[in-house]
């Protein structure tokens, strides 16, 4: 794979870039629509989804910073530490640094900060769909070696894949394609039975853990704590999470079921109708 998608005199494009580009523009768009659907005002929507981003990116690249094994240097050259165009972001850096900012903007605004999280769930997994392509083209997050057919070879000087010239597994197209499953998921089995603000969100942790848990043993990754790696203890972490936040969130913020209200309605005039007969 080649890294690079183009060059603006000294500024080099990356396909990751692109790629997280591209997923930003994608989610906006969306949160943007399901906003209006579910009649909320799309200002706030977008100052908060504007908010996550800023604060998405910063948690991502101090997420990759504070876990790289490259630490030290890091902190020897502080100017590239915000050098993202160079690859290096933590998913779940992204999540907190999101999720931080994003909550500051819903208390500021009065949201529901349950039914804002419910339209991300599957735009967060939307996104990481897309971004993996772009770790697929970047060449990092790389799969272990393997003798597999379906194993690849990345050449590149410039990939930032870790075992160049050796057949690997395509573990980011692994984690592309979890993460678009996901989405469907959540998009289209969930959300149109959701009971309670919380609980896309909720089934985001499960499937997203799940998934990555998976995946995670394909990647190539130095450091394992009790036969793990740190990503797949993390996961755990996210499916336990969810796990505790159902029952709670369930008693404290129901909602009525997709088609309720309409039916209720037909009902009511159904009554009028018998009484005034």
Known sequence: MHPIAFTLGTITIRWYGIAIAVAIAISI?????????????????????????????????IGWVLTSPDVTWYLAHPLQIIAIWNGGLSYFGAIIGGVIAAHWV????HMDFWQ???I??????LSFGIGKIGCWLNGCCNGTVTTSIIGVT???????????GQKVWPAQLFNSASGFLVFAILAFVVRPRKRYNGQVFVWYLYLYGATSFIVEF?????????????NQWTDIIIIVAGAVAAPILSRRHQVSPPGAGQSDAVAAE?????LGA
Do not use: K, W
């Open 218 to 230: 394909f990647r190539s990754v130095p450091v394992h704590v009790l036969g793990l790696t740190p």
């Open 120 to 125: 991300a769930a599957p735009l967060l997994a």
């Open 154 to 164: 990345f050449t590149d000087p410039l990939s930032e894949c870790d075992l160049l």
């Open 116 to 118: 804002m999280a419910d």
């Open 29 to 61: 768009s969306a949160a943007y629509v399901e906003s209006r659907h579910q009649g909320i005002n799309t200002d706030n929507v977008l100052d908060m989804a504007i908010a996550a981003i800023l604060g998405g990116i910063a948690g991502a690249r």
């Open 270 to 274: 159904r009554d009028e109708l018998s």
């Open 106 to 109: 819903v208390r500021r605004r």
